[in-house]
């Protein structure tokens, strides 16, 4: 019995071992694809920095004139450009497959990894029950607030879904046209009176999340969410989280 003790203390050592490289090679596989997308993006300023300084000398001079080192350091950093750009795309796809397969092992824990929230699986377009709640318990007894809060929240999820009903505008920041919640939206606009402004704020985040995520389908989607900070989960911040949380069940079971 404790020779086969010593054998089984051997056995988890070795799989923490081989974990941990998985883990170590694994996290600088992403390490190394997101450094890829900030160069790419790092480049593509330089380029529209030397297109600038280009058009102000065609201004000044003959292009024929132009120096032919600027000339050579464009085209140079554009055939680099697109270049980088196929990496990032094939970057960008390893990336995305990585991210549904978490979300997918995630979903068998509900979402969470031992009730914690630092990282989880945010359901981008769902409405919170809670300001409802909240909102019922103000104009109704107990009894029929749960009920009623329950209905409203149901309701106003069908609304989102509706492909008809598009309350955004577009609004000019900072020389970028974006799109925004149209807060004279006599829907929204009624919402916030009937039921106060952390209903109207919870109805407009997740219509929010929806035009970002599946505008078209207009359907709940998952995603990998830092609930700490209250943004999307980086895959390095996921990986690191869940080797923490298997490395912290293998000490508790042995």
């Not at 409405?127 to 103000?138: E, G, H, R």
């Amino acid at each position: 019995m404790e020779q086969k003790k010593v054998e089984d203390v051997m056995k988890i050592a070795e799989d923490v071992m081989k974990l941990a490289e998985d883990h170590k090679a694994a996290l600088a596989k992403i390490l190394q694809l997101e450094k890829q997308i900030d160069q790419k993006q790092q480049l593509e300023l330089e380029i529209e920095q030397l297109k600038g300084k280009f058009r102000v000398m065609k201004h000044l001079v003959e292009e024929d004139d132009l120096d032919r080192n600027l000339k050579d350091e464009m085209e140079y950093l554009e055939n680099l450009n697109e270049v980088l750009f196929y990496k990032e795309r094939e970057s960008n796809y390893e990336l995305q497959a990585a991210r549904k397969e978490f979300i997918k092992g995630l979903q068998e824990f509900g979402g969470f990894l031992n009730g914690g929230t630092t990282i989880g699986i945010k359901r981008m377009g769902e409405l919170d029950v809670k300001p409802f709640q909240v909102a019922c318990n103000k104009r109704y007894s107990a009894d029929e607030a749960y009920t009623k809060a329950a209905e409203l929240c149901s309701g106003w999820q069908e609304e989102l879904k509706q492909p008809l009903w598009h309350p955004y505008k577009i609004v000019d920041v900072d020389g970028v046209k974006r799109e925004v919640i149209d807060e004279d939206d006599v829907k929204l606009r009624n919402l916030r009176i009937e039921l106060g402004v952390d209903v109207y704020n919870a109805v407009t985040n997740a219509l929010m999340e929806i035009n970002e995520y599946n505008p078209s389908g207009r359907i709940v989607v998952p995603e990998l969410w830092n609930f700490k900070h209250g943004q999307k989960a980086t895959m390095a911040e996921v990986v690191k989280y869940v080797f923490k949380h298997w490395m912290s069940n293998k000490r508790k079971r042995y």
